[in-house]
């Protein structure tokens, strides 16, 4: 079974990655025309409620890096496969908010969403369980998005198909 398949069939786990993980796997088209610059596939998985669009690149299943574009023409890769966004997403789901990606913005976020969800680290527990995936630290997860998107995303550059005009990056350098 899929692990998009295994999050459908798992109240706990969809309704975590619904939010906060603001990952909605009933997806429709971005709000316009892109294409990779390297000319390589993109597929959309799913969406967030702010009207983003998460994409898979490349040929293949979930294993395939996964890149974020935002409604405002930003754009980042965010992971290397559908279970490391996951497990981002169980660590660190307002990640949005790091964009220097370190500890202290987290932290602060965290904050913010504490106060709306008291319950989010059970919450956060119980997705993870059902889905057998093990919740990095912050740290963690923050180091490894900076590889992905600072590192690797360099490579998957996001162009509006028709004026060719390139997202700009969403994460900067520490």
Known sequence: MSLIDRIRANDAALDFLLWPGDLNLDHYPHGEAVVLA??????????????????????????????YADSEGGSALLAVGLPELVRLL???????DCTRLTEAEAAEAAEDYLEDEP????????????????????????????EVAIGLGG??????????NAYEPLFSPR
């Open 38 to 67: 390297s000319g390589e596939v993109l597929e959309e998985f799913a969406k967030d409620g702010a009207g983003g669009t998460f994409f898979f690149c490349g040929d293949g299943g979930e294993e395939r890096p996964v890149l």
């Open 90 to 96: 169980l660590a660190v789901p307002w990640w949005r």
């Open 119 to 146: 319950d989010l680290y059970a919450d956060r527990d119980a997705a993870a369980a059902a889905l057998g995936l093990e919740v990095p630290s912050v740290a963690e997860a923050l180091a490894r998005l900076g």
């Open 155 to 164: 490579r998957y550059v996001l162009l509006n198909a028709e004026e060719g």
